[in-house]
């Protein structure tokens, strides 16, 4: 680990922090990496409670989501980096809007976020229910992977979250499952309505772009977006993908990261 001590906080003005969503990995963003322009260099990091990645602690008046901004904040200190152009998918994209909003983002792309339903609504119940659901089903795929070598069952697993299944590699399609499986914010989520909380995103302190996929069997429709209203940032869609967008279409995914981080450059200069 970097010495904080040592290190002088600083902007990364060619670094890309990339966040991943709920039940997922870094993984997803490798094709992402490899399609960014040269100037470009991605820092993906694993969101606390998730495989590989910090436990989350019951810490009285620490909400489970607010124990994920300080630990990616925390992986930022150490790698000595102030601000950095920031981009989130899902649960990735409500803590991108999070550490704009505390400051430590140059620009920020969010891709469907999670968080702009209306806590306790009948929409979050069915998002619930889809994870809990999600989550059954990867628990016993993760204990034998080598069911997901069935076309039939590896596209009935993937379809709610991505446009083309079957593009998803098997490899890929395992740490999926995996991911999922040993997922401790998720399981947190599914059984303490406290642990699920999203608080609402009060402002943005830098350029944002919220992005959302036409075929997103996740979140879609009005319901998703109404928390993301009051902040007035550019919002678009992305044809043919679907809630995981890096894995439908990497190469208009990293076009999008290059846009919002030359954009935001232009800006400023």
Not at 68 to 76: G, K, P
Not at 159 to 180: G, K, N, Q, T
Request: aromatic letters at 4%.
């Amino acid at each position: 680990m970097t010495d904080v001590g040592a290190v002088a906080l600083r902007d990364a003005p060619d670094r890309v922090l990339l966040l991943h969503g709920m039940g997922c990995g870094p993984w997803v963003w490798r094709e992402v990496e490899a399609a960014l322009p040269l100037h470009l260099t991605a820092l993906p990091v694993v969101i606390a409670g998730h495989r590989g990645g910090t436990r989350l602690r019951r810490v009285p008046g620490s909400s489970a989501a607010d124990q994920m901004v300080d630990d990616v904040e925390r992986q930022l200190d150490e790698f000595g980096i102030d601000r950095i152009h920031v981009v989130g998918n899902s649960l990735g994209g409500w803590l991108a809007l999070r550490l704009a909003e505390r400051g430590r983002a140059l620009s920020v792309l969010c891709l469907a976020p999670a968080g702009g339903w209306r806590p306790g609504s009948l929409r979050e119940r069915l998002v619930v229910s889809r994870f809990v659901f999600g989550h059954r089903v990867a628990r016993r795929l993760a204990r034998s992977p080598a069911l997901l070598n069935n076309p039939r069952l590896r596209r009935v697993v993937l379809a709610p979250v991505v446009r083309h299944p079957m593009s998803v590699a098997l490899s890929d399609a395992i740490s999926f499952v995996r991911d999922l499986a040993d997922c401790q914010a998720l399981r947190a989520a599914i059984g303490n309505v406290d642990a699920r909380e999203l608080a609402a995103i009060l402002r943005v302190g830098a350029p944002t772009t919220i992005a959302w996929s036409e075929h997103d069997r996740v979140l879609s429709g009005t319901w998703a977006r109404e928390g993301f209203q009051h902040l007035q940032v550019e919002e678009v869609e992305v044809p043919a993908v679907g809630h995981l967008p890096m894995l439908d279409d990497p190469g208009v995914i990293a076009a999008m990261i290059a846009l919002r981080v030359r954009t935001t450059i232009e800006l400023a200069s």
